[in-house]
């Protein structure tokens, strides 16, 4: 079945990169996401990538996808403490008839920021 | 645009007790989902909805129900409620773009089963 792994804890010193690590097993995805959740609040899509490309740059974050590997990352350059939060990878098929928008979800790496 | 709202924020229930937690979106978006969120165990799937009066099971539907009457509210409901249900619950909605889907959360309803 389809199965997504993150470690669960990472912390990194302000102004630091700050590399999150996902592993997929679902061969068929084309789109795969990071979400942050920050304390007490919902989630949030940060960026995603199409399973056809294997990097995407926006601002601070880059995402790098390895899909011989099944293998993402979210890298987030010069990390602040307001960066501290849950990242989600998930993951998702390509859309068709049968498809109804679900994602699977990694366990969630929790990023500690230390000034 | 108010997005995704859950009502309510919090709830103290006892076992056996029964509620319903509303969500509701103002995005038309067709597609509706409810997710439990554990420590350690990320989002499960609880129920979805791709359509007013449509529902399907999730990864974890035992001991919930849901209906989606309306277009823009699903609603998640326990029946008897057991302490194993004490989670957060967050509810999303999506639409299709670019050959992607993109779920837009609520804040979470917390929940405690006593």
């Known amino acids: 079945g389809e199965d997504v792994e993150q470690s669960l804890f990472l912390s990194v010193r302000e102004g630091d990169s700050s590399v999150i690590n996902c592993t997929y097993t679902?061969?068929?995805?084309?789109?795969l996401y990071w979400y942050k959740q920050e304390p007490g609040a919902g989630l949030q899509l940060l960026t995603y990538?199409?399973?056809?490309?294997d990097m995407k740059q926006d601002q601070r974050l880059t995402v790098l996808l390895n899909k011989k590997d099944k293998h993402l990352s979210l890298r987030i350059a010069d990390t602040q403490t307001g960066d501290s939060a849950i990242y989600f990878c998930?993951?998702?098929?390509?859309?068709?008839?049968?498809?109804?928008?679900?994602?699977?979800f990694g366990q969630g790496t929790t990023l500690q920021v230390k000034p | 645009n108010a997005g995704v709202t859950q009502t309510p924020k919090f709830r103290v229930l006892k076992t056996g007790q029964s509620m319903t937690l509303l969500c509701a979106q103002d995005?038309?978006?067709?597609?509706m989902y409810w997710y439990r969120q554990d420590p350690g165990m990320g989002l499960r799937l609880i129920h979805y909805?791709?359509?007013?009066?449509?529902?399907a099971k999730g990864e974890v539907p035992d001991g919930y129900n849901v209906s989606r009457l309306k277009k823009q509210n699903f609603l998640l409901g326990l029946e008897s409620a057991a302490p194993s249900q004490t989670s957060v619950y967050f509810c999303?909605?999506?639409?299709?773009?670019?050959?992607?889907?993109?779920?837009?959360f609520g804040p979470g309803t917390r929940l405690t089963v006593t």
């Open positions: 990538i199409f399973s056809n490309m």
């Open positions: 909805s791709v359509g007013e009066g449509t529902t």
């Open positions: 999303a909605s999506s639409y299709f773009r670019d050959n992607s889907y993109e779920q837009y």
């Open positions: 679902d061969s068929s995805s084309t789109y």
């Open positions: 995005m038309n978006h067709e597609y």
């Open positions: 998930a993951e998702t098929p390509a859309y068709g008839s049968s498809n109804t928008g679900k994602l699977i």
